[in-house]
């Protein structure tokens, strides 16, 4: 069967998806702190990297890419609500681009798998550390 | 077997590898994620040989003009000299030129221009630099406000900056007939043709009108049929200069519109009041037939460049030369 990347047209898509999506976050209050202080072409191919690896495309990330790379964001406050600010930004930039709700329900989750590592927690439970 | 150096290293790339392999293999420190050409997370740039055409595939214009490529997509043909993408490369590989001044003058009571000929088998964009380099080795990039293929001299806009050394080198010492030496040119903060009828904003302060006047004119001499619009933002009058010059050309181009915009109240009339960013709110709901060029103050550059990319202006059509920016408080 095809992957979720290849059924929503593969790198051509990321192509489509990445400046929408680069401007959904940047343009939304709650989270454009943490993607302020970076070039901003330098930015975009981090968004590149990141739709990339929820679409299913190829991906050679770790969980400790991910944990050492938002560091720094967590260290400057990056919690559960901006994380749900950009999984809500992901799913309207694909809707905008007609990708089905079912495919839209499977990539935010491939991004949720993320969510404890991006965080910089334990993989247990939310909440199961008190 | 080609050789890629980086950091002062010198590394083979054996058959099958790519760059990105190498610098892995060696322990060097770089980043990356795909390593597949898609995410982009390894960028970095090369110099000194060619860049295999697939490695810089889903690459802006600005950055494959700049040598930017991705190692985990290239296995090089011949040797390389490999940097970060924010790193300059080592001026020792750049072929030095000289080139005689013609002309010296004030264009305002800070701003002097230098006029230089142009040597022979010197090719150059308007609004690229250049790197004067002085006898003691120190050098400075100034950006060119000539331009190239049309005009046959390089002119360059110089503010004194009263503690800076170079620069009052420059504005008080060299005088006509002086040769200055100089490597370059680099940087893509130059007019393309094609999509004619797009808008052009180009939105400046300080000296960073020098590029800003050679895409002008560039446009202008090649047929550029879209609206032209020039923000060049100061303090106050002594900040800005050929005001006189660039009002009677919005005057008389029917696409073109020249707006001076001062943070200080003037007491001369036409002259917009405010930031050069309240400037471009206040006109433009969107910005998405528009390229986009910004030269001069690294903090306006920054914002101005977030501001028009939100109101959708395309990030290939967002000209703002890192290098330009790097070099600000001494070159613009």
């Known amino acids: 069967m095809a992957t979720i990347y290849e059924q929503i047209g593969g790198e051509k898509s990321i192509d489509a998806a990445v400046e929408r999506f680069y401007r959904k976050v940047l343009g939304d209050e709650r989270i454009s702190r943490f993607f302020d202080d970076v070039e901003m072409q330098t930015q ?26 938002h560091e720094r964001l967590v260290a400057m406050g990056l919690n559960d609500e901006h994380f749900d600010a950009v999984v809500e930004h992901l799913g309207r930039t694909l809707a905008e681009l007609g990708v089905p709700a079912n495919l839209i329900a499977q990539i935010a989750s491939i991004a949720e798998s993320v969510r404890n590592d991006v965080l910089n927690r334990d993989s247990s439970p939310v909440g199961a550390r008190g | 077997m080609p050789k890629i150096r980086f950091n002062g290293q010198s590394y083979d790339v054996t058959s099958g590898k790519t760059v990105l392999d190498v610098l892995l293999a060696n322990g060097q420190d770089v980043e990356c994620g795909c390593k597949a050409g898609s995410c982009g997370s390894c960028a970095m740039r090369a110099s000194g040989g060619p860049i295999p055409p697939e490695s810089q595939r889903n690459l802006s214009h600005a950055q494959r003009e700049r040598g930017v490529f991705l190692p985990c997509r290239c296995q090089p043909s011949g040797d390389l000299d490999i940097c970060r993408v924010d790193e300059q490369s080592p001026q020792s590989q750049q072929k030095q030129w000289s080139a005689t001044i013609t002309d010296h003058r004030q264009l305002s009571e800070s701003v002097v221009r230098i006029a230089m000929a142009q040597p022979d088998g010197f090719a150059f964009k308007g609004g690229q630099f250049i790197n004067i380099i002085r006898d003691d080795g120190q050098s400075r990039p100034y950006l060119l406000a ?14 004194r900056v009263e503690d800076g050394d170079f620069s009052r080198w420059l504005c008080d010492d060299v005088k006509v007939g002086d040769p200055l030496s100089f490597s370059g040119p680099s940087g893509s903060c130059h007019y393309r043709a094609g ?28 047929g550029h049929r879209g609206p032209i619009r020039l923000y060049h933002g100061g303090r106050d009058e002594s900040t800005l200069y050929m005001i006189d010059t ?15 915009v001062l943070k200080e109240q003037s007491a001369m009339p036409g002259f917009r009041l405010g930031t050069l960013e309240q400037a471009i709110s206040t006109d433009f709901d969107s910005l998405d037939a528009w390229r986009v060029y910004i030269a001069g103050n690294p903090e306006m550059v920054r914002s101005v460049q977030k501001l028009a990319f939100l109101k959708g202006t395309r990030m290939n059509d967002l000209i703002a030369d890192p290098f330009v920016r790097a070099a600000a408080p001494v070159g613009v």
């Open chain 1, 44 to 69: 975009m191919s981090k968004q590149r990297a990141f739709l990339t690896m929820v679409l299913g495309g190829p991906n050679n990330y770790t969980g400790r890419d991910m944990r050492s790379s």
């Open chain 2, 146 to 159: 000539s331009v190239g293929g049309i005009e046959a001299h390089l002119d360059l806009h110089i503010r």
């Open chain 2, 195 to 222: 999509r004619s009828s797009d808008g052009l904003l180009l939105i400046c302060t300080g000296t960073g009108l020098a590029p800003m006047w050679a895409v002008l004119r560039d446009a202008m001499y090649q």
């Open chain 2, 246 to 260: 660039l009002r009677t050309m919005s005057a008389s181009r029917p696409n073109f519109k020249y707006f001076p």
